[in-house]
Structure formats: C-alpha cells, structure tokens
C-alpha cells in the first residue's frame, strides 16, 4: 500500500536536453494527491519536455522521477495523457468510439481483444464527456472541443491516477474552454490535474499551484494567486531572466495576500 | 484471339491471377499502414535496396526472393532502429540505402556469367511468369504477414496512429514499429514478383489512399482497399491480355485512373450544393 502522504511523482533534480542543449537544469519539482498544478513558461522553455519525463517517454541525464500512486503500482499504464492536437493524424480511419476505447490498451490485453468491461468502460466515458452524439463520428468531423474532450476520455477511459493535459485550450473556442473548465474541476475532486500550458487564464480559477519553467523551476509555491497575479506570473520567466531577481517580481504581488 | 476467360486453361496466367489476388490483398492492407503511418519513402527505399540482394542471388544462381527477403528484412529493421537524431537526415539515409542496392544489385548481375537476365522484368515486373514455386512462396509470406498482423493489430493501430500515446499506455512501441516494418518489407519483397521493384509503391499505396477516400473507419478502409486492389490488379491483367501491355504498369495505369475518378468525383459531390444554389 502507497504512503497516502508522500507526494504522487517527486521530480528529484531532473537534469535533461537534446544533443548538447540542456532543457531542464536541475529541476526539482512535486506532485500532491489533490494538486492543480499548472506548468507555465514560455516556449521552448522545457514545460513539454518536464512533462515528457514525468510521463516517462525521455530518460533525465541525471536526477530521477519517484512514483508513489496511490494503487501503489508502476506507473506504466497508470498516468492519464491528453496530447496536443499536433501530435497525432486527425485524418487517421478511427470513430470518435474507437479512439477512447485505445485507452483500455496496454501490455495485459495487447494480444486479446477488448473485453466487454472495456467496452462498457468506453461507452460510459463517452456518455460522462457528452460525446454520445458524436460516438460514430471520425475525428476530423468533429469541432475542436468535442475532440479534445475525446482525447480526455481516451486518458481518462484506463482510470488513470494522475491526469495529465499538455496546451488543452490551445485548439478550442470560448465555449468548449468552459466546459473543460467545468470538466477539470469536477476531476481535480478525484485525481490530482497536471496542465501543460501558456494561456493561464482560462484556467486560472481552479489552478493550484504552478511551476514556472524556463530551463531551470524558476518558480514553484501555492498562492492563493488572483487572475492578474498569474498574468504577471506567467509573465516572469522572461521578465525573471532578463533581470536576474528570480523572486522579487512575484514575492511583490505575493505578500499582498 | 481467345478471350481471357479461355486463356485461363494455362497455368501461368492461372498463376498469375492467383499471385495477383494474394498480393492484392496484402497490399490493400499492409498498404493501409504505409499510407497512414505516410511510410511510403521507406517502402520504396525498401523495395529498392532489396534489389542488391537478388543480383548477389543472380551472380551464385540461387533463386533472387532467397536474397530479396534477408535484405529488405535487414532494411526495415535498420530503418526502424536507427536514431533519427543522430543521423539527422533520416530522409537522406533512406535515399542512400535505396541507392546503394540497385548499385549492388546491377554490379552482380553484370557480373553474372552466361546469359543475362533481363532487367525490366525486376524493375517493371512479370507476373505472366511467376512460376507454381513462386507462388507458394508468395502464398507462405501472405500467410505469415497477415497472420502477425491480425496477432498485434489492436497495438500495431495504436502505435500508427498516435505513438507517443501508446508509450503512455506501456505498449513495447518499439517492438510494434519493428513488425510493422517488417511486414512492410515482406510484403513489398512478394510485390516484387508482381509488378517489379519501381512500381511496388504504386501498387502498396493507390488502393489505400483511394479507400481512405471513401470510407472513414478502419475496417472498411482495409476491405474497401483489399477490394479496389484485387480489382486494378485483375482489370490490369485483362487490359495487359487483350492489348498486349506490360502486365505492371497496366495494373498501376488502371488503379491511377481510378484514383483520378474517385478523386474527380468526391470534389464534384463536394462542389454540387454550391452550384445548385
């Protein structure tokens, strides 16, 4: 049995790049039982690649990543991933359907077909999400929001422990971003939410905490932080490098709470 | 002239329907991935570079497929392992590869003794002599792809259509990428024998894309492939039967037209509420 207490995922003085360039310099960063985290930064500031190493899928050239989920079991198959739209091909031949029904695949079924608890798994997915009505429905038929929420149940299908969204409001409209505001909040009660992003605000309401990156964790704390606190925040990497300071700029806004 | 209905009584044009069948099904279906995975360059790398390996066949008179399998094996699995940031133009490997093959394969068979065989037969194919023994080989690898195939294909979709998700879910990607490369090289050694080396990217990719036109779920667009396959190869048959034309490219000819037709159509259903306004 998992220590309830111990932090989910301790990123413990992660040290990665490409080639030569180093991305995350000794970062150190965790992850609670109910966190919101926001990961902010700006581009090619290493949030993606944070991500991609709490996720597994690059090895850290130093330092390492310690699960403790509360299954207590390997993190493999265990971690809920929405990716950006980018990364796969929305023209690919899949129904709406059969894409959340790929997140009951892994090592145990790969050779068996799905079972019937996958599939009854799936169809509620899809019923929770409100993506009855576009089940049958391929990916490129559908607006942004709907496929974002179809990627969400594809992660969410496999009862994951920890929920994990990489730029979530990046492709959607004003509306569909209420709803997946809505949606989070309602899943933050359940599993801790880990959310890749540079547009803050429209998440801002329920995030928790938030770690800036930029190379190095320039920031990392649980404020209660209003709407223009984050704007600045989200601000700070660069404001942060190009000064020096790295923690006046946010302390100021910090101690008026 | 006899019609082609009567011509079947001979056996080698019997074998040719058969080969042409069991090719076109397996392309229909393997050619999926391919154009959905966009492995089309890899492929034709592949089909190219086994070449090498048939003319080091030719020069010790032993039957050219003995070589063309292990070589087009080998490429696939190198194409698979090979770390495409080191190498930084993975493009330009593949070109390479390609390159080197027919080099190989043309020094051999110049260097072959005796009678030389005739080159367009390997480049541009002739499924009018596939022989019994070929087509029993042909039959084995068919088998044996879609075998492998219909094993790993829930992880296989997975790993086409969204890697780096299935490495989130614990799938050996790695392991699935490598089968699927080599049953592409596989199917592209069998293609071979029936349309020549140039133009088994045509025959893995003009069904498939054509399919993927028409329909939208999985399921059927490898039926619809299988189908639209099976019919370009026979019609080009007849076609190359009735007006004595090379049996590849007529086969390839035919499945381009039809790619133009349901191309030119789709756009005109497209168009039709627009003009009717």
């Known amino acids: 049995m998992a220590d309830l207490n111990k932090p989910l995922v301790e990123i413990r003085d992660v040290t990665f790049g490409y080639g030569r360039e180093v991305v995350l310099d000794h970062v150190s960063l965790e992850i609670g039982a109910r966190d919101f985290l926001a990961v902010i930064g700006p581009n090619g500031g290493g949030k993606t690649t944070l991500l991609k190493a709490i996720l597994g899928l690059v090895n850290p050239w130093s330092g390492q990543v310690v699960y403790n989920l509360p299954s207590g079991k390997d993190p493999r198959g265990r971690l809920g991933y929405v990716p950006q739209f980018s990364t796969f091909d929305r023209d690919f031949p899949l129904r709406i359907s059969d894409m959340v029904l790929m997140g009951r695949l892994g090592r145990h079924n790969l050779l068996r077909p799905y079972s019937r608890e996958d599939r009854a798994a799936a169809e509620r997915t899809i019923n929770r999400l409100g993506l009855a009505g576009v089940a049958r429905a391929h990916a490129s038929e559908v607006s942004g929001g709907q496929l974002q929420r179809a990627l969400i149940a594809r992660a969410l299908v496999g009862d994951p422990e920890i929920l994990f969204l990489d730029e979530p409001t990046a492709s959607i409209d004003a509306e569909s971003r209420d709803t997946l505001r809505g949606l989070l909040a309602d899943l933050n009660r359940a599993i801790p939410i880990v959310v890749v992003t540079h547009d803050i605000t ?3 309401p329920m995030v928790r905490r938030i770690a800036c990156i ?11 932080l209003s709407l ?3 704007e600045e925040v989200y601000g700070c990497p660069v404001e942060l490098v190009t000064h020096g300071v790295p923690h006046r700029v946010l302390h100021d806004h910090h101690h008026h709470h | 002239m006899p019609s082609f209905l009567d011509a079947l009584s001979y056996e080698f044009l019997r074998n040719a329907v058969l080969a042409g069948v069991l090719a076109s099904v397996l392309c229909g279906i393997i050619g999926t991935f391919v154009v959905v995975k966009k492995l089309a ?7 190219h570079a086994a070449f090498g390996g048939m003319g080091l066949c030719f020069f010790f008179g032993i039957d050219p497929l003995l070589g063309a399998i292990p070589v087009a094996l080998a490429c696939a699995l190198a194409l698979g392992a090979v770390d495409r940031e080191t190498i930084r133009s993975y493009d330009a490997l593949i070109g390479v590869l390609w390159a080197v093959g027919m080099a190989v394969g043309v020094v051999f068979v110049y260097k072959t003794p005796g009678y030389a065989p005739n080159l367009m037969t390997y480049l541009f194919g002739n499924i009018l002599l596939v022989t019994r023994r070929d087509l029993l080989a042909i039959l084995v690898l068919a088998v044996s792809v879609l075998a492998t195939l219909a ?8 790993v086409a259509f969204d890697e780096v998700f299935a490495r989130v879910r614990g799938l050996p990607v790695r392991l699935l990428m490598a089968l699927l490369l080599g049953m592409i090289a596989l199917s592209v050694v069998i293609l071979i024998q029936v349309v020549g080396i140039i133009l ?5 990719t003009i069904p498939s894309v054509i399919s993927l036109m028409l329909w939208k779920d999985l399921r059927g667009v490898l039926l619809g492939s299988v189908g639209i396959g099976v019919g370009i190869t026979l019609g080009g048959l007849l076609l190359s039967f009735q007006y004595d034309l090379p049996s590849g490219p007529a086969i390839i000819l035919l499945g381009a037209v039809l790619l133009i037709g349901v191309y030119g159509g789709k756009k005109i259903v497209a168009a039709r509420p627009l003009l009717e306004r």
């Open chain 2, 41 to 47: 360059f890899i492929s034709d790398g592949i089909s």
């Open chain 1, 228 to 230: 223009e606190v984050m």
């Open chain 2, 151 to 158: 094993i790993f294909f829930k992880g296989i979709v997975a």
């Open chain 1, 214 to 224: 930029n190379r190095k964790l320039f920031y990392h704390g649980d404020p209660e």
């Open chain 1, 202 to 204: 429209s998440l801002a």
């Open chain 2, 200 to 204: 088994v990217v045509a025959l893995l």
